[in-house]
């Protein structure tokens, strides 16, 4: 259960998707039983029928920005930037120092400037190990010249240029509720919902809770421990409002269920309880890894895509429904041909 081996498997590369459907909520679904390890397939516009009037789901509203950039170094080399803490970053006038990943054929020093399209430059103050602290300098607000020059950080096993229908992409690796920016990489169980489902559910007197969790450059790196409780989260920044925990909490109350719409949301919906469940509004940084045998407090269901193997969301997955359950539940939908990763289809365990 602890071991890393424990929580792999095998995918086709034909099955990892490469592009989302036409329509989100058109995607695949297959329903998890928690108790029994049954499943059902299903499409997501059907996905009202698990649904009671009462439940609240919890959705993550935060925006993915155009966190990568590709200049040069001031000498000439090629160089690409993946800003990883917008929303922690530093503004000072038209200065915005933050934490980024920096690639180029020569690790650069402190001091070396880079080049960006209009007008754009950073200087490289610290780092190493391809992390550094840059400190962006431009004529106009820096979010402004962002939305201008930046690229959607699509995943890596996205196998073609993000630069390639960059606008498509702004869009469609978005979900319809975003608002808050700072995220470098999608809640994706979220990117299945059109506004008319979710019209839907609350005419089915389904509430609706956002919370905030900036998906970080975390969501894709892989665990190196052979033994999964040795590995460390990398934190993640979170803003729980006094409204959605008091909404949250009510509905446990009442003995209404909790449903969360990604992982994101049960990290920071179980980071946010205390012992007995109660979960309090709050902001700052979530570093919880949950993986088998963590006590949920608060989720009583779940809403995700299909995660790759030996990462930390197929442990959180496994954690909440069985590893046993999970991995029956993906040999199932890898032999009925179900899309996998960020742009794949979706589960509900419940």
Do not use: W
Not at 254 to 263: D, F, K, L, P
């Amino acid at each position: 259960m602890y071991s890393l081996a424990d929580y792999d498997y095998d995918l086709p590369d034909s099955l990892i998707a490469q592009k989302p459907v036409p329509g989100r909520d058109r995607s695949r679904l297959l329903r998890l039983d928690r108790s029994t390890g049954k499943t059902s397939h299903h499409h997501f516009y059907h996905i009202g029928q698990f649904f009671k009037p009462g439940d609240v789901l919890v959705v993550n509203n935060t925006r993915v920005i155009p966190a990568r950039l590709f200049g040069r170094k001031s000498t000439g080399g090629k160089v690409e930037v993946l800003i990883l803490d917008f929303a922690g970053g530093q503004a000072d006038g038209d200065r915005f120092t933050s934490s980024c990943l920096v690639k180029t054929s020569k690790a650069p020093r402190p001091g070396t400037l880079l080049i960006f399209p209009l007008g754009l430059r950073a200087e490289v103050l610290d780092g190493r190990n391809g992390t550094y602290t840059l400190q962006f300098q431009c004529r106009e607000h820096f979010e402004d010249i962002l939305e201008k020059v930046g690229f959607t950080p699509l995943p890596p096993y996205i196998k073609r240029a993000d630069t390639t229908d960059p606008q498509s992409d702004r869009t469609t690796y978005q979900t319809v509720y975003a608002a808050e920016k700072g995220a470098i990489a999608a809640p994706t169980a979220g990117l299945h919902f059109s506004e008319q489902l979710l019209a839907e559910l609350s005419d089915h007197g389904v509430e609706i809770a956002r919370i905030t969790l900036h998906v970080g450059y975390g969501t894709f790196m892989p665990v190196r421990v052979a033994d999964i409780r040795q590995h460390r989260m990398h934190f993640e920044r979170f803003v729980l409002t006094p409204a959605a925990a008091k909404r949250i909490n009510q509905a446990r109350a009442r003995g209404r269920r909790v449903i969360a719409v990604g992982t994101t949301c049960v990290r920071t919906l179980e980071f946010a309880a205390g012992p007995a469940g109660i979960v309090h509004g709050d902001a700052g940084r979530c570093d919880l890894f949950i993986y088998p045998g963590y006590q949920f407090k608060v989720v009583d269901g779940l809403i995700t895509n299909f995660h790759l193997p030996r990462s930390t969301l197929m442990m959180l997955v496994s954690a909440f429904a069985g590893r046993e359950n999970i991995l029956n539940a993906y040999r199932d939908a890898i032999e009925q041909r179900y899309r996998f990763y960020s742009y794949g289809d979706a589960m509900i365990i419940i």
